[in-house]
């Protein structure tokens, strides 16, 4: 009998040491454990994230100059179905067919599985014992916090309910962890305060990032070291986190925390975000700088980048459809009209980025730069200086004539004359010759609560209502709680 | 007995005799009954003392025994205890010892792979069969004939792929215990049973391809009692399968084969002939033109002239004959045999081949296997080598583009060749071109699949006492598969395809590594000739790695030159497959078995498993189980009445798990973005997500049942009842999108199944010793299961079943995970030809409300089994068996989808005659169908469910065993022959198309059976 107990103890031996034995790591997938058992597998994470971001459901295309430009009104859109296909439908606000209905649901699934990627992140930035190396933990933990709130902040945007109005209706859940169980939707005002809560750690985690002191560092090494500080304007930096929470506190209606913020970023740009040299627009009319790039304080970095273009606003695209502005309205109001719309075909953002085909002009911003390889062929652009100048303007005070000043320090730079005087229409006409393509004229116009400018004929243009600034929740975010 | 069965060897006590007592020395040799051989090991003991020995290698023993009357036992394990009285006198008496082996005492084993035990003193639910039972009922694999055989062993018909005898089925044991969803997901079919061959576990692959004549017995285990030993691995059931060892003697050869011919069963297909169709399509539509345009009606008037005509002249091709073909199977297997006790061995080889009903559809296996056994003293050493090779070859055109085509159509063209298109449309025309199954038949396509791999399975077992015995186990296999398909660049699915792209030529490679290792300690004691205690413990640990990986490659130029060297690149964006897995199990396990007096049954089973697919938190998994059972015919108030030979009623509990699931289950992994990289080198993101916290499902068995014979053994019956809960149940549960994922494997609500299975076996002529006896069988099996606590967790499964076409499976608390929902109808109104639909509340409506959706059926029969008889008389046998089904429902989905609801597409493949008769029209309104339409669409209603009753004539079978003398005079030794045939008719209630991509096949099948 002694020598049962001896191998039933011999095999309960066995059995607690292989554990270890059972241990099973993929092969042919990354393991969580493998992947994130060093400072590499983090910042090869965050990276993922920042290069999904360029997915054509979001920033490569739908949230940048496709869908939410469409709804911006930005585009003549015709009604042939056979060159539009379902284009109209958009630029009617139905939102409600089957088309548009699934294209939303893609774009939230996919803002959403990138949030799951933050929240990953940042859960095994958590509990991981990996050792980083000098500001990096926080510089990677800072710029997921900021992506995660980035995206919310989007996804709000666009499916929450206008926020001057609404604030404290059912908008989006705020996902912070990974949990089996869906989260419950939030208010827009608890979402708000979650996004902000999030850009605020980030800035005080991203208080030493080197853009502070070193710049945009663009001189990366090319001997194959870690480029991981480099390039800070293509990742969410210092700056960016406290543009977009420029950009988030007006949405929010924090006038005030607006115009700190963009002010602060409007100070510090001169050494990091210098206005573009005008030897790079004038001086070279073949081959200008056409999105400003030294001006961007955050954009994405798309190899393909030229396929927007390509795909949306090139005129060779014809009997295809191409996206453009209407007529009338540039030549009237957005580059024309003189001091009633600060319209000027001066503009260096007329010069640059429209070019006649035929009777129409055509948009260029993301046509190539003649040198290939330079980042700057790359970049779409997320947050940019013009727009802090903006919001300083907006929100100085009550009275938006008192930002004046704002406007006309960013007309300076951009080669037209002062204005005598600001209201909102002029300011929404600078918006667009600033910001035109680069996704944010909806939220604009969803934030103000005013019709959006489509056309110079006021009938034309849709009238603000809860039901063209609301995207319905997906079908599928709704069916399966 | 029970101590015979475990008094495999003595341990020898050194003799020690009073030195007063006079002692005499008995010296002889112990040989076998059967073949004269001399018995090595058998123990030798005088009445219960302990003195004793054991014969040696020769057979021989000396035994020193006191000089007085004194019983001498001879005793070995699977002989019948020899005793025999000295009286002094009689020591010569001794010097030969003559014993058989005890074939009764074999044949009421259970074997469970991990243990044996005795029938009688075994508390769980099980059945076992022997080779001969096997071999009666069919000889296609034993599965086949297990399904016969036993009516809790399931193979689900596939209505899909038919009789294909490539396709491994879907098998289950006492019903489904997984939801839908799980299979898709994983990729293994949750519902599987576990399959153990010679104490190893194998897949399903290779116990279909396992020649059936190297089987010696298949054991079904059902119950927890029986299972529980199988822990994580058990909650499905678990079939054992033991094949033969070598028999000793001299050298002795068998030869075994089987001959079959299969022939496609097309009874189900009823499909229009040329007039038929031309005038259903002429009656939906097709030939009237909608556009207004008059050169159109034109176009189209001469397109039905054009085809009238061709009917006219006789034209009514038959186009399912095309594809079919008298399939022959032939299938041999050769064994050589012998060696004595210490050392025997076996040879064998085993080829089959088998020819599906359609045309290049094979199956040919090869397969040689080598054991030895060697036994000196306490040692036994054995070892399984088998080698096995396979070579498949699958049709490329699918059945159901035969039966879509138009009988107007004539198979070849004025010069006998064979056209692209059996109709293209002119320049201009918007209509879509008729490919022709002919043309995509007669190109060089293939689909081949050849495999080759090895296992080895060594045991060595020590016998270190009469009641203890250590065991160690060691298996090996490896399996390398290889799939090849290539498409000419003449297929039609190339015409619209560059000139550079055409062919496609895709090959996947498939390796399988898996070891398992075993070690166990046996004991087995009777104590004071009424306890019998058993017990086993033991450890294991297994390890399966799969690989697989392939590519593919295009741009051909030629149809006959098919090497994937010609082709021309990879398709663009293409990219090489690689997938690989590993899984690993640790277990330790013991039983424990305790019987009273052979009247009172007591088995406890505990296993803890350790399973790398088990996340770090879950890693190990308790099952237990406990049993009982009380052998009412050996208490002493029965003992007076010979008439039952067997009562017993026992019953079990326990939990065992199911571990068919994927093998990174637990983990989240991640791949790169592959699309792109930037400045800051490659991105990773998420690619799946694990959740480490999903528990396993469970399920809590429970079964009490009885097994009995009487009436002189004329007379078995076995009932069993069974209930079982599953909880927590794991299914893929879609999310909503803002979790970041879209669905997730989740843990939610439970399934309870109850049900019962019967066994019921009378001869009313039982002549045994004459070999003479007629029985007639009947088992019926019963199950139903519903859910509950699943809430909405299932709510988009729902929904999507309402919307589409034809899904009529629901979860919903108190549902039947079998039952079909659709909404009532009152049939077709006769007045206006609308369907009439009952609402939820019994008001009746022409509008459909898929909201209006009930229970209308189950596709769950209230009983199903088998009855069949079967008469021996001397050495011919003659029996068959049929298989019936009463009391379910089946949605018919050929009356839905190839009666109603034919497309604007569908229009122009051939249809069910019920598409033209049978329908509505002024003229025959009192229609169970809707009018003639294209454009109608036809909702899911009751119309379509209909009763699901049948008979199927599964297998008649005719043997005969040559009489010694006559084989004798052929020359062997021994000789039989069996005549089989299987599925033979099948009548049933309801018409639906069966065999969709493949069709079934009736076969009979000569085995022929001759040792040497």
Known sequence: ?481 | MMRRLLNILFFLIPLTLHAQEATVVLKGKVVDSADGYPLIGVAVYVDDSKTGTMTDVDGAYELRIPQRKCEVTFSYMGYDEEIRLYNTKNASSFSKIVMSMNAEQLADVVVTGVYERKKESFTGASATFKTDELKAVGSTNVLQSLKTLDPSFKMMESTQFGSNPNMMPDIEIRGKTSVAGLKEEYGTDPNQPLFILDGFETTLETIMNLNMNRVASVTILKDAASTAIYGSKASNGVVVIETKAPARGRLQLSYKGDFGLSLADLSDYNLMNAREKLEFESLAGVYKDHTGNPFAQIRLDNLYNERLKEIEKGVDTYWLSEPIRSGFTHKHNIYAEGGEDKIRYGIGLSYGDVAGVMKDSDRQTLEGNVDLIYRSGKFQFSNKLSINWLDVSNPVVSFAEYAYANPYYRKYNADGGIDRYLYYPEDGVDDYPVANPLWNAHLNNWDKESGFGFTNNFIFEWFLSEEFRLRAKFGLSKQDDSEQTRLSPLHTQFDDVGETEKGLYSHTQIDELSYEGDVAATFGKLIAKKHMINAVGGFNFSSLQRQVYGYSANGFTDDRFDAPSFANGYPSGGSPNYSQSLKRAASFYVNGGYVYDDRYLMDFNYRLDGASMFGTGNRFRNTWSVGTGWNVHKEPFMQNSDFFSLLKIRGSVGNPGNQNFSAYQAFSTYKFNGWMTNVFGTGVILNALGNTQLAWQETVNYDIGTDLTFWGERVNVTLDYYWKHTDPLLAVITTPGSMGVTSVAMNAGSQKTQGWETTFRISPIYRPREGINWNISFNATSSRSVYANIGDSFSALNESGKTSLAGTTRYYDGGSPTAIWAVRSAGIDPATGKELFIKKDGTYSFTYDVNDEVVVGDTQPKIEGLFGTMLYYKGLSVGCYFRYRWGGQVFNSSLFQKVENIGTQDVYNNQDKRALYDRWSENNREAYFKGISMVQKTEKSSRFVMDDNSVVGESFNLGYEFPDRVARRMGVGAMNLQLTMTDVFRVSTVRVERGIDYPFARSVTMSLGITF
């Open chain 1, 1 to 481: 009998m002694r020598r049962i107990f001896t191998y039933i103890a011999a095999s309960v031996l066995l059995l607690t040491s292989c554990d270890a034995w059972l241990d099973v790591k993929p092969y042919d997938k990354m393991s969580q454990d493998e992947l994130l058992s060093d400072e590499e597998g983090f910042i090869k994470l965050l990276n993922g994230i920042y290069i999904e971001l360029n997915s054509d459901m979001l920033y490569g295309g739908a949230l940048s100059v496709e869908m939410i430009e469409i709804m911006g009104g930005a585009y003549v859109i015709g009604t042939d179905n056979a060159v539009w296909g379902n284009y109209s439908d958009l630029a009617s606000y139905q939102y409600g067919t089957e088309y548009w209905r699934s294209r939303f649901n893609e774009t939230w699934n996919k803002a959403y599985s990138l949030i799951l990627n933050c929240n990953l992140l940042l859960e095994n930035l958590e509990t991981t014992g990996v050792a980083f190396t000098g500001q990096n933990y926080k510089v990677i933990k800072g710029e997921a916090l900021a992506l995660r709130a980035m995206l919310h902040f989007d996804m709000l945007r666009l499916f929450g309910p206008v926020f001057s109005r609404n604030a404290d209706l059912p908008a989006i859940p705020y996902y912070k962890a990974y949990t089996i169980v869906p989260n419950a939707q939030m208010t827009a005002r608890e979402a708000a305060e979650e996004i902000t809560n999030d850009l605020l750690e980030a800035r005080i985690l991203l208080a030493n990032d080197p853009v502070r002191t070193e710049g945009t560092r663009l001189d990366a090494p090319t001997d194959g070291s870690s480029t991981f500080m480099y390039y800070r304007n293509l990742r969410l930096n210092y700056y960016a986190v406290t543009a977009l929470l420029a950009r988030s506190s007006l949405y929010f209606g924090d006038s005030k925390a607006a115009y700190e913020y963009s002010t602060e970023v409007i100070k510090a740009a001169e050494t990091v975000f210098p206005f573009v040299d005008r030897s790079l627009v004038t001086g070279s009319p073949a081959d200008p700088d056409r999105i400003f790039s030294s001006e961007v304080i955050f954009a994405l970095s798309h190899t393909q980048r030229n396929k927007l273009f390509k795909n949306y606003f090139d005129p060779s695209r014809i009997p295809n459809y191409v996206f453009r502005m209407d007529n009338d309205l540039m030549s009237s109001k957005v580059f024309g009209g003189g001091s009633l719309t600060g319209g000027n075909q001066d503009d260096y953002r007329y010069r640059v980025n429209w070019v006649a085909t035929g009777a129409n002009r055509y948009f260029y911003k993301y046509s190539d730069m003649v040198e290939t390889g330079n980042i700057r062929n790359t970049m779409i652009p997320m947050l940019r200086l013009g727009e802090m100048y903006l919001i300083a303007a907006e929100s100085r005070s009550e009275d938006i004539g008192a930002g004046l000043a704002y406007v006309n320090m960013l007309r300076e730079k951009r080669g037209v004359g002062n204005l005598q005087q600001l209201d909102r229409q002029i300011l929404q006409y600078e918006y667009i010759r600033e910001l035109y393509g680069e996704g944010q004229l909806f939220y604009m116009y969803k934030r103000m609560f005013s019709p959006v400018l489509f056309s110079t004929i006021d009938s034309k243009n849709p009238q603000p209502s809860d039901a063209i600034f609301t995207v319905p929740l997906p079908d599928t975010e709704t069916e399966n709680r």
